[in-house]
C-alpha cells in the first residue's frame, strides 16, 4: 500500500511524546462558553484539533495523538488522504458547479458508476439510488418513507441497541433510552425486537440456541394473527451495531433474517451508514452472510469524509411520485469527487483485505490483553469495528459481569493521556470502540494495544500474577501476537 505518512504524523514521533496535557486551553473555553450544551465528544475528548494526517491528528498543544474514532467511522483512509485532497481539488479546479440540488453533473455520473460498480453485481443490476439529505439520519428517513410508500403499511420493526441517528424518525428506532425520551413523542407504529447480542444473549441461551430463539420469536411476531402487531412495512437492521456496543450479527441470524423478510414480503433496511465501504473487512458488511438487502442506506465513508448520504434499493420499490421526498443539499460535488476517489482507492489498493487482516490481528492482540484483565469481558467485533467490553470484576458478579462504565470511562481517559483517542459505546458507555482508518498497520496497532495496557494497568485491574506495565518496558513494545502476512 502506498507510503502516506509525511513527519511528523508517523509511528516514531507518536512513540516519542510524553504523556498528554489537558490544561486549559482558550478555544475549548471558548467552546464550552459559546456552543449547544448537546456537545458531546469535546466532553470526553477535550482537544482542539489544528492538523491531522492518515491515523494521525494534532492539537492546539502540538500533541499527536492516534485517532481511532476517525470521525466516527467516516474517515476509511484517515485525515487527509491525498486521493480525497487531489480529487477535491481538481473538482474545484474544473469549473464545475459545486451545489447541483439532483442535477447531474459528470462527477456525480462517475460516483453514482463507481458506487454501482462496487456493489454486489445482481443487487446493483437491479437497483435504484436515491440522493438524500446528507446525514446517515436522512438516508434512514428516506429509506422508511419508501418502504412504507411501496408498501401502504406503517409499522417498523428495529431492534434493541440500534443506532440510526438523531431526527424524529430515526431516534424513534434506537435502543439507547436516554435521547430518545426526551423529545417526549416519535414515529409511532415501531417495535423493538431483541438483536442477537451473543454475549448478553437476550434469551439467556447464547450460540446456537440464541440464535434459533431471535429467529423463532421474529418469525412468530411476523406470522401470528394475535402478535399484536400488525404485519410492517419495514425492518431496521445494522449488521454489526455500532453505537450499541460493536456487536456483529452472527451470520445464520441475518441469513433467517432476510429468509423471513423475504417470506412475509417486507422490506429490509440493511443501515450501514457505519459498516459499509470496506469497514468490515468487506466491502458491505451484508456480504459476509452472502445476502442483499431491499434497500441500502450509505453514509459516512461514501462522502470520503464529506457529508453525502444515499440510499441504494431495488427497482420494484421505486415508487415515489417526481418529487416525492426532496432536499436542497443533494448535490455536493465535493463530497462526490472524494467518495469516488475513496471507492478507487479502496478498490484499487486492497483496503478491503487490509481491513479484514488488521482487525483480526487487533482482535488477536487484544484477547492476548484479556488473559491478565479480567476487566475484559468480552473482545468482539468484524475487521475494523473492534470493541471491548469492560466488565465489574467485583465479587458475586454472574456468569456474565455487568459493564462497568465508569472504568471503561477511565480506561478511555488513560489511552487519550498515552495518545489514543477512543470513543466509547454500547450498553451504560462499558465498551471501548475502536474505528480506525482502514489503512492502519501491524505496529500502529501494536502501540495502540499497548497504550491500552498501560491505561488498564493505571486503573490496577491487571491480574496480581502479571508484571506490572512500564512504558517503553519489554512488556509494551507490543512484540506479542502473531504479525499477519
Ligand atoms: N446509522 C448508523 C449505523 C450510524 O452509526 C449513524 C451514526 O453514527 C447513523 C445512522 C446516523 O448518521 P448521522 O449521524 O450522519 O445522522
Redesign the pocket.
Known amino acids: 500500500m502506498e507510503d502516506i505518512q509525511l513527519a511528523p504524523y508517523n509511528l516514531a514521533h507518536f512513540r516519542r511524546q510524553p504523556p498528554r496535557q489537558f490544561e486549559a486551553d482558550p478555544l475549548l473555553q471558548r467552546q464550552a462558553a459559546r456552543e449547544s450544551n448537546a456537545r458531546s465528544y469535546p466532553r470526553r475528548i477535550p482537544l482542539a484539533l489544528k492538523a491531522a494526517q492518515g491515523l494521525y491528528v494534532q492539537d492546539t498543544r502540538e500533541q499527536l495523538f492516534m485517532d481511532c474514532l476517525a470521525g466516527?467511522?467516516t474517515l476509511a483512509l484517515g485525515h487527509n488522504h491525498p486521493c480525497t485532497l487531489a480529487a477535491m481539488r481538481a473538482t474545484l479546479d474544473s469549473g464545475v458547479p459545486l451545489h447541483t440540488l439532483d442535477l447531474t453533473t459528470p462527477v456525480k455520473d462517475l460516483f453514482v458508476e463507481t458506487l454501482f460498480a462496487a456493489l454486489p453485481p445482481a443487487f446493483a443490476a437491479e437497483a435504484r439510488i436515491q440522493f438524500c439529505g446528507p446525514?446517515?439520519?436522512?438516508?434512514?428517513e428516506a429509506a422508511i418513507k419508501l418502504a412504507k410508500i411501496a408498501t401502504g403499511r406503517k409499522g417498523v420493526l428495529c431492534f434493541s441497541g440500534g443506532?440510526?441517528?438523531?431526527?424524529h424518525g430515526?431516534l424513534s428506532l434506537m435502543g439507547n433510552l436516554g435521547p430518545k425520551q426526551l423529545p417526549g413523542s416519535l414515529m409511532p407504529d415501531v417495535q423493538v425486537l431483541p438483536y442477537p447480542y451473543d454475549y448478553r444473549c437476550p434469551f439467556a441461551l447464547g450460540g446456537e440456541a440464541g440464535i434459533d430463539a431471535g429467529l423463532s420469536y421474529i418469525g412468530q411476531l411476523l406470522s401470528d394473527p394475535e402478535s399484536g402487531v400488525p404485519l410492517p412495512a419495514a425492518v431496521v437492521v445494522?449488521v454489526v451495531?455500532?453505537?450499541g456496543g460493536v456487536i456483529p450479527a452472527p451470520v445464520r441470524w441475518l441469513q433467517g433474517l432476510r429468509k423471513l423478510t423475504r417470506e412475509h414480503g417486507v422490506v429490509l433496511i440493511i443501515?450501514?451508514?457505519?459498516?459499509g465501504i470496506g469497514r468490515t473487512g468487506r466491502m458491505f458488511a451484508f456480504e459476509h452472510a452472502a445476502i442483499e438487502p431491499d434497500v441500502l442506506?450509505l453514509?459516512?465513508a461514501i462522502g470520503g469524509g464529506l457529508p453525502l448520504?444515499v440510499v441504494v434499493y431495488r427497482q420494484a420499490l421505486d415508487v415515489w411520485t417526481p418529487g416525492a421526498h426532496a432536499g436542497t443539499f443533494r448535490g455536493n460535488q465535493l463530497a462526490m469527487a472524494a467518495g469516488t476517489a475513496t471507492l478507487r482507492y479502496i478498490r484499487d489498493e486492497g483496503v478491503v483485505a487490509n481491513a479484514e487482516r488488521m482487525g483480526d490481528y487487533l482482535m488477536t492482540r487484544l484477547r492476548q490483553l484479556q488473559r491478565d484483565y479480567p476487566c475484559i469481558g468480552d473482545v468482539r467485533g468484524r475487521g475494523l469495528m473492534v470493541g471491548v467490553e469492560i466488565v465489574s470484576t467485583d465479587a458475586g458478579q454472574g456468569r456474565v459481569p455487568a459493564g462497568d462504565g465508569v472504568l471503561a470511562k477511565a480506561v478511555q481517559q488513560g489511552c487519550l493521556r498515552e495518545g489514543v483517542i477512543l470513543e466509547l459505546g454500547g450498553r451504560h458507555g462499558a465498551v471501548l470502540r475502536f474505528l480506525p482508518p482502514l489503512t492502519i498497520g501491524c505496529e500502529e496497532i501494536d502501540t495502540l494495544v499497548e497504550k491500552l495496557e498501560i491505561a488498564l494497568a493505571a486503573q490496577a485491574v491487571r491480574k496480581r500474577c502479571a508484571q506490572p506495565v512500564v512504558a517503553g518496558s519489554p512488556a509494551s513494545t507490543g512484540e506479542a501476537g502473531a504479525i499477519p502476512a
Do not use: L, P
Open positions: 466516527a467511522g446525514t446517515g439520519a436522512d438516508g434512514i443506532y440510526h441517528g438523531m431526527t430515526a445494522e451495531q455500532g453505537e443501515d450501514e451508514v457505519q459498516s442506506v453514509s459516512k448520504a
